[in-house]
């Protein structure tokens, strides 16, 4: 009989706990964080646990359990907060640049593969037979007790039934997907050429960017197989990059790890121009149709015309980045304006 966690146990020992995972990407993106800043913590799957434990609403993973304002545990999500708490809490190892305005490119970043690159995570698992069965196959495996095929038939068939009609609020459709591969592909190009000179998005040590990428990653280059396929066809390294980002408790980061702002790497500008190409006018247009009440986000993408449903929560990440921004020195300020210039990015701030 395999003993299960009991909730009173979580909430009592005072180790750090996670519900999550392993396909989902923010679930990886924490669990590597934690890892790399040699936080210890408990990660739990559903199966592993028994009892009340506090829910978050909506009941997003990773969900974590943390002390609220009156020392009593609860229930928080959100990646980019979470990071920022643990900054916070924790300053040894930090995944935040030195630099003001860099941090804000890290953020930027971040953003986008969170909730841009997710969109092709989403799109290659759900919009391709072979993707979808595998997905259907495996995904119930890692939260469920051990069942029987036909058991495990019928749990894929209710995960893969649940998550395609889904794929409208990330917006992948037939006037969309073409637009997401295609950037999915110069991304894998552009960020395949900036490994060839550096470890990490930001120089010689993980910032919350490398985060954001490897957790969408770990689905798109290691588990999904028809984007896994274009990864290995066009990007050996960002298929190693996500095997490494995976564990990096080992590495001694420094100070000076940190690329400068008044040199950053071309391949750097092209992956922040390639951010202003495809998200910043998602970013704005999904902006405008919730300020109007509009039902549906109707605009152009790299040329093509683009539907989706509107998202609210992308509103409150943009909200972030330009708080982000507004708390920059001035001078701090200018140097992120001048990087930012001419790459599209700079309309996410006017
Ligand atoms: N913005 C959140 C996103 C979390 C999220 O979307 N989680 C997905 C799994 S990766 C989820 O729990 N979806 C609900 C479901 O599948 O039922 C974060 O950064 O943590």
């Given at each position: 009989m395999v003993r299960t966690l009991d909730a009173e146990e979580i909430l009592r020992d005072g180790v750090l706990t996670f519900f999550g995972v392993p396909g989902?990407?923010?679930?990886?993106?924490?669990?590597?964080?934690?890892?790399?800043?040699?936080?210890?913590?408990?990660?739990?799957?559903?199966?592993?646990?028994?009892?009340?434990?506090p829910m978050a609403k909506p009941p997003l993973?990773?969900?974590?359990?943390?002390?609220?304002?009156?020392?009593?545990?609860e229930a928080v999500t959100d990646s980019t907060p979470l990071i920022d708490r643990f900054e916070r809490e924790v300053p040894h190892r930090s995944v935040r640049p030195l630099d003001p305005a860099l941090k804000v490119i890290d953020l930027l970043i971040e953003d986008y593969?969170?909730?841009?690159?997710?969109?092709?995570?989403?799109?290659?698992?759900?919009?391709?037979?072979?993707?979808?069965?595998?997905?259907?196959?495996?995904?119930?495996?890692?939260?469920?007790?051990p069942m029987s095929d036909e058991e495990l038939a019928a749990a894929g068939a209710m995960v893969s039934s649940r998550q395609i009609p889904r794929l409208r609020?990330?917006?992948?459709?037939?006037?969309?997907?073409?637009?997401?591969?295609?950037?999915?592909?110069?991304?894998?190009?552009?960020?395949?050429?900036?490994?060839?000179?550096?470890?990490?998005?930001?120089?010689?040590?993980?910032?919350?960017?490398?985060?954001?990428?490897?957790?969408?990653?770990?689905?798109?280059?290691?588990?999904?197989?028809?984007s896994m396929a274009v990864t290995m066809e066009r990007a050996p390294r960002v298929y190693g990059y996500t095997g490494s980002v995976e564990d990096l408790s080992g590495l001694e980061p420094e100070d000076s790890d940190w690329v400068e702002m008044s040199d950053l790497p071309s391949t750097l500008l092209a992956l922040v121009a390639e951010i202003g190409r495809v998200y910043a006018p998602l970013l704005l247009a999904n902006e405008r149709a919730i300020r109007s009440g509009a039902s549906e986000v109707d605009t152009v993408i790299d040329g093509a015309r683009w539907t989706q449903q509107p998202f609210a929560y992308q509103v409150k990440?943009?909200?972030?980045?330009?708080?982000?921004?507004?708390?920059?020195?001035?001078?701090?300020?200018?140097?992120?304006?001048?990087?930012?210039?001419?790459?599209?990015?700079?309309a996410l701030f006017q």
């Open positions: 989902s990407p923010y679930t990886r993106k924490m669990a590597a964080v934690l890892r790399y800043r040699r936080i210890p913590y408990r990660m739990v799957l559903g199966s592993q646990v028994t009892g009340n434990i993973l990773p969900t974590f359990l943390l002390p609220g304002s009156d020392g009593r545990l593969a969170d909730e841009w690159l997710t969109k092709a995570m989403f799109h290659y698992r759900w919009a391709y037979a072979a993707d979808i069965d595998k997905a259907s196959r495996v995904l119930p495996t890692w939260s469920r007790k609020y990330v917006g992948s459709n037939e006037t969309t997907g073409p637009i997401i591969e295609a950037s999915y592909h110069r991304y894998l190009d552009i960020f395949e050429e900036h490994l060839k000179s550096h470890r990490y998005c930001l120089g010689a040590r993980p910032g919350g960017s490398d985060f954001g990428m490897f957790g969408q990653l770990t689905q798109l280059a290691h588990f999904d197989p028809t990440c943009l909200g972030w980045l330009r708080a982000s921004r507004d708390s920059l020195s001035s001078d701090d300020r200018q140097r992120l304006d001048r990087v930012l210039r001419d790459t599209g990015c700079d």
